[in-house]
Every structure is written in structure tokens, then in C-alpha cells.
């Protein structure tokens, strides 16, 4: 078994969650973030889809924000047990970030771009 190399040049760490235990990338703005709320960024849900498909908004992002991409239920290094993959499950992945970071920062607002179908989910 071949191990899954990083999906983004940042920090991955794990939280467990309703949805199983989740794999998340993060970096902290690199500058002018005073007042801008953290992003999450989605993948898609396809047969390769993973963080590293939000790596071009994410590398813009982190220049002035501190930025997520999630790697959803079944994907990238987060949990692939053997369930039911739903849409619920999915957003609950979601929610458990996006509290995350809302402890983390300190704040209410968090902006959330989902791709394709996880736009969806986001919403």
C-alpha cells in the first residue's frame, strides 16, 4: 500500500468529528489579514478528488487570509471506513471544520467555497 503524498504545501492535522476523523490542510495569512475572515475551501466528489484541487485558491488565499481545504469523508487522508458515504455525512465533515475554525479564530464568519458538488454540501 502506497502512502497518499501531502495534497498542499501547509499544515495537515486531523479532528475527529460525527462524520469519522477528517484530514485538513491550513496556513495562516502571510500578511494583512487584520479583519478577514478565515477560508474553507471544498473539493469536488469525484474518483480523484481530494484538497489538492483547490490548490491554486488556496495558494491565493493564504497570501492575505488564513486558509482550510478539507479532504471530505472518503477522500484524500481523512477517514475511508467502510458506511455509507451521504450527503449528510458530508456536511456534517463540514460543520465539524467550520467550528473548528471558529474556535480557532475566534470569530462567527468563516467564507466557504465549495467546487462542483460539494457546493452543494456548503450550502
Known sequence: MSVLPP???A?????????G??????????SGAA?????LLVHSVN???SAAEVKPMFEHCRRRRAVYALDLPGFGFSERSDRVYTPRLMT???HALVAHMRAAHGVEAVDVLGVSLAGEFVV
Do not use: C, K, M
Open 35 to 39: 479583519n478577514l475572515p478565515p477560508v
Open 92 to 94: 456534517d465533515a463540514i
Open 47 to 49: 474518483a480523484s478528488g
Open 11 to 19: 499544515d495537515r492535522f486531523e479532528i475527529d468529528t460525527s462524520a
Open 7 to 9: 495534497a498542499l504545501d
Open 21 to 30: 476523523r477528517v484530514s485538513a490542510y491550513r496556513a495562516w495569512p502571510q
